[in-house]
């Protein structure tokens, strides 16, 4: 099959080769993620950087824009994230720094977990001091309803072919309505997104590695610790992750973040939170594989879901929809 962009981004790379002694012999593919985009690492013999990164992301399904302001905001909170070289925003490629090929999913174990979530804890809370309102889009009710609404469209009725009843859906509007009401009522920072183990590089210097940032908003504060702790790619047990997010709270309350007085009903919110995030995930993990054509998501769907139904179980009024989701797991 012929890559054409592959070509366009060769030549351009070939521009600059003499400024940043590129060996252009070495372009591999890096990583792609669930979007049009996808990454290469180039090596350089330049000894200050080893290696770059080289973003391909079409114009016209992910446009250059948002990556670039959202890496200025979080490079200026402190956060280490990818330096911006070069960019050809017309084409749609940037030439980045690179920060490794170790992930927190790859390092994450018994031992390193707690200096790791450490390390992402204080990113999470400088990122979070550096929010200003009207800089990012809103996290807002439009946005909340649309992500959830992928769980029935895409997961029940697209993958699962479940036809709900008058009643389920019902049940289930009335469950996102609680949710959403839950998520808006809570303080608002900057919000990555996406701000996960596959998305955090182990570094040596100022770790972690922040990657994957370009949809990120300005809503609930709860949702990148969600996003964290109850991970679509690792799971801890529920003590584990009380603790952690008590620390997240203590660091955020001590830097003056906007974090309630009382740690159970921040849990609470944590956890309504992590259900919007988990219904959204079920739908587009489902998208991902009968819209795209992509199944790696597909083995990670049991986690989810039971992140989902356990949440769901805990409050009476989320009972309905935690019956729902019970029915759909595969035995």
Do not use: C
Not at 123 to 129: G, H, P, S, T
Not at 162 to 172: A, F, G, P, R
Not at 288 to 307: E, S
């Amino acid at each position: 099959m012929i890559d054409s962009r592959l070509d366009t981004l060769r030549n351009w790379l070939i521009g600059l080769k003499p400024s940043w002694q590129l060996d252009l012999l070495t372009l591999a593919p890096a990583s792609a993620d669930a979007s049009f985009r996808r990454y290469f690492r180039v090596e350089s013999k330049n000894p200050d950087f080893g290696t770059f990164i080289v973003m391909d992301a079409p114009p016209q399904h992910e446009p250059l824009d948002a990556f670039i302001l959202v890496d200025g905001l979080f490079a200026a909170a402190g956060l280490n994230v990818p330096q911006i070289l070069e960019q050809n925003l017309a084409d749609g490629f940037l030439l980045l720094s690179d920060l490794g090929n170790k992930t927190y999913l790859v390092e994450l174990n018994n031992e390193t977990a707690d200096h790791l979530y450490q390390d992402a804890t204080y990113a999470l809370v400088q990122m979070q001091l550096a929010s200003k309102p009207d800089v990012l889009p809103n996290y807002d009710q439009a946005l909340l309803q649309r992500e959830l609404d992928l769980f029935p469209e895409w997961y029940l009725q697209k993958h699962l072919h479940i036809e709900l009843t008058e009643l389920q859906n019902s049940q289930i509007k009335q469950a996102f309505e609680l949710i959403i009401q839950n998520n808006l009522s809570q303080a608002k920072v900057y919000v990555h997104r996406d701000f996960h183990s596959r998305n955090l590089m182990v570094t040596k210097k100022n770790n972690p590695g922040v990657l994957d940032f370009q949809d990120a908003v300005y809503g609930p504060i709860t949702y990148d610790a969600s996003s964290l702790w109850r991970d679509a790619y690792i799971a801890w047990p529920e003590e584990r992750v009380i603790d952690w997010v008590i620390k997240f709270w203590e660091s955020g309350r001590k830097a003056g973040l906007p974090m309630l007085d009382d740690f159970g009903q921040f849990y609470r919110d944590f956890e309504w939170m992590g259900l919007q995030r988990h219904l959204k995930v079920l739908g587009i993990f489902a998208r991902l594989y009968h819209r795209d054509g992509k199944d790696a998501y597909l083995k990670d769907i049991p986690l989810v879901l039971q992140y989902a139904i356990t949440t769901a179980n805990r409050y009476i009024e989320l009972k309905p929809l935690a019956r729902i989701l019970e029915s759909t797991r595969i035995t």
